[in-house]
């Protein structure tokens, strides 16, 4: 049902910088020409909280054998169906280690519409770390109307958890984020993992139509072609 792509940009060097502009500037090219929104979504935390395999694990549906530290930003999209619009998802999966991520901060956050903060339920220090990468976040410019979520991940390891719930819920409530603690490992948690992006795009989406009405009526046009629907199947 659901098309997966995947394209590396990663890289320190300027000529691979070049080639993510490029190939981005394509995608938005063609896509317009089918009329498909695109919603830029950016997942932020620590190296190793399992970034690369929560969107491994949405985009592509399994969780990888084997993973490698993220080197500038893998992103992957995934075509998706809201209220009988086809959207494509665009997970920005990014480096978490400062030396693989620091020439490419700027592209991670340029026209992001979405960011997914994620720590490791059995690293504490993940989740301290947490305010840095808010901190990074609200220092490139990124308004407040874009939607942030907390990733609680590796819920899996049932005896090594170090973050409660309480305290993770007390942090997101603070931020005014929503909270889903969940396991990128575990096949009983994917539609779970799958309902944090689905969340956001469906977010998205609502905010969006909300423009395009605003836009209609200052054309002074007729009618709004994609009206809110209060009974959406957001999943959160
Ligand atoms: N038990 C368990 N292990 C996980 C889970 N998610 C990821 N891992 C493991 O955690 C390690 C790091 O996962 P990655 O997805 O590569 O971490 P990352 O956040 O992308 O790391 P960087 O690319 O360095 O920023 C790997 O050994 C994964 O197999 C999970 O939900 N449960
Ligand atoms: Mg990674």
Redesign the pocket.
């Known amino acids: 049902m659901a098309e997966e792509s995947h394209a590396n940009g990663g890289g320190t060097g300027r000529s691979k910088d070049a080639n993510l502009s490029s190939s981005l500037e394509l995608g938005t090219s063609l896509d317009q020409s089918v009329q498909t929104r695109i919603f830029k979504i950016i997942v932020i ?10 969107t491994f694990r949405f985009t592509g549906g399994s ?2 054998g ?5 080197i500038g930003v893998d992103f992957r999209e995934k075509a998706v169906e809201i209220e009988g619009e086809k959207i494509k998802v665009q997970v920005w ?5 400062e030396r ?1 991520r620091k020439s490419m901060v700027e592209h991670y956050y340029r026209n992001v519409h979405a960011v997914v903060f ?1 720590y490791d339920v059995t690293k504490m220090s993940s989740f301290q770390n947490l305010k840095t990468w808010i901190q990074e976040c609200n220092g490139h410019r990124v308004s407040p109307s874009v939607p942030r979520v907390l990733v609680g ?5 049932l005896d090594q958890i170090q973050v409660p719930s309480n305290v993770a819920l007390k942090f997101a409530d603070s931020q005014n984020m929503l909270l889903f603690e969940t ?4 096949p009983k948690e994917s539609q779970n993992v799958d309902s944090i992006f689905m969340c956001l795009a469906c977010r998205l989406k609502a905010q969006k139509s909300l423009l395009y009405r605003d836009v209609e009526r200052e054309e002074g046009r007729l009618k709004l072609s994609q009206e809110p629907n209060p009974r959406n199947a957001c999943p959160c």
């Open positions: 935390g620590d190296s190793n909280v399992g970034k690369t395999c929560l969780f990888p084997k993973t490698e530290a993220t999966d990014t480096a978490g280690q693989f994620v991940n590796k819920c899996d390891l396991s990128a490992k575990d």
